[in-house]
């Protein structure tokens, strides 16, 4: 009697246990696995909805500061000198035409960050000093800025340990020398456009791709930004299509006919964002080569192969001389201000 009592107890803790331990384990899978379920489901299946999702939260999050300026009037353009518009609405940029203070504010919220690739090849690194420095006090400032340096000449760019502003970081990259001034120009197509793999696709939003030869002597800012922009060459803003000095061969691959072409765009200064360079630096090096391979060099070399791909594919936005300006030409009253202006050099002394 008492041994069966206490092997019903026994049994009942047992059965107890057993139905405790059931109970336990099924309400922990339950608790576990059934409520993450449905939007672990609903991620996995669509893979692009929780970056979008966290993008439009973040979008929320942004506080829109107050932002007083001058009203834009809609019945008296701010300049009647110039032209502002291209026929496919990509907007030109002069001095008066922009406010800089919407524009900060627009890329700041983007955080947009910006690379700088200029050539520091041979003779040409003596201009780095200058060009680093400037450009510290006239571009892009109080945004994220990466300077990329191409050099043969690693060492003599290293060594000038330039200081810069916070956000603003310096890479220099190792480069062969081509032998000939022609083709160390042509080459840097081929040299941004395998950075483009490299680094600039996860560093940067926008490339500005530049002369060294050169100093920044105004501010230069986000109102160059955009997806595809070149630059008036000082030379020929004004100038007939027939004075362009584009490659006019039919067998060259930068040839642009007579009755062809907008504007004589400066192989000094274009940009935009990192995929539309990528194309452009692509048509560029491989027309150069298909060209090399029939004994042809275009006219002015990486520049006529510029022209001739803008024909094709307009640049969003187009910069005044402003931009890329040479202080032996007599100033024009249109030209409001020379923010990036040419070194005096001897071309002979330095090319070769
Ligand atoms: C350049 O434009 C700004 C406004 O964007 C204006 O305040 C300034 O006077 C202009 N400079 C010249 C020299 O016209
Ligand atoms: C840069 O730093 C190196 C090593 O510290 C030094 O030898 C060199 O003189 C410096 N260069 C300049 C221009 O200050
Ligand atoms: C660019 O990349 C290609 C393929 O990797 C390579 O063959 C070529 O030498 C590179 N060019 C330069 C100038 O670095």
């Known amino acids: 009697m008492e041994s069966l009592e206490m092997f019903c107890q026994k049994r009942g803790c047992l059965y107890g246990f057993i139905v405790l331990l059931i109970f336990t384990l099924s309400f922990t899978w339950y608790s576990i696995e059934v409520p993450p379920w449905h939007p672990t489901f609903l991620s996995s299946c669509k893979m692009e909805i929780p970056n979008k999702a966290s993008l439009l939260h973040d979008l929320k999050e942004v506080k829109l500061q107050r932002m007083l300026y001058e009203k834009p009037n809609a019945v008296k353009p701010p300049r009647t000198d110039v032209l502002m518009m291209t026929p496919w609405f990509a907007p030109i940029v002069w001095n008066s035409t922009y406010d800089i203070n919407i524009l900060n504010a627009q890329f700041h919220q983007?955080?947009?960050?910006?690379?700088?690739?200029?050539?520091a090849i041979k003779k040409y690194v003596v201009f780095?000093?200058?060009?680093?420095?400037?450009?510290?006090?006239?571009?892009?400032v109080g945004h994220k800025v990466n300077y990329y340096i191409f050099t043969d000449r690693v060492e003599e760019v290293r060594q000038h340990n330039f200081t810069l502003s916070e956000g603003r970081q310096l890479v220099i990259l190792g480069v062969p020398a081509y032998k000939r001034w022609q083709e160390v120009s042509m080459r840097r197509m081929e040299m941004i456009h395998n950075q483009t793999y490299e680094r600039f696709a996860n560093e940067i939003d926008y490339l500005v791709c530049v002369d060294v030869d050169m100093r920044f002597s105004d501010d230069v800012g986000v109102e160059i930004l955009s997806d595809l922009f070149g630059t008036f060459h000082p030379s020929y803003y004004g100038?007939?299509?027939t004075h362009y000095t584009y490659e006019r061969r039919p067998e060259s691959a930068a040839c642009i006919p007579e009755d062809e072409g907008d504007f004589y765009y400066a192989g000094g200064f274009f940009g935009g964002n990192v995929v539309e360079v990528f194309k452009l630096t692509h048509f560029?090096?491989?027309?150069m080569l298909s060209d090399t391979a029939k004994n042809i060099e275009a006219r002015w070399h990486d520049e006529s192969y510029l022209n001739n791909y803008f024909v094709y594919h307009k640049p969003t936005k187009i910069l005044s001389p402003e931009y890329l300006w040479d202080n032996n030409f007599a100033v024009p009253e249109?030209?409001?201000?020379?923010?990036f202006v040419a070194v005096p050099k001897n071309h002979n002394e330095i090319r070769n």
Request: proline share 3%.
């Open 334 to 339: 249109i030209l409001k201000r020379r923010r």
């Open 239 to 241: 100038a007939p299509r």
């Open 110 to 119: 983007r955080g947009v960050r910006i690379g700088l690739t200029v050539f």
């Open 284 to 287: 560029c090096h491989n027309a």
């Open 128 to 140: 780095i000093k200058t060009f680093i420095e400037t450009a510290e006090k006239f571009f892009m």
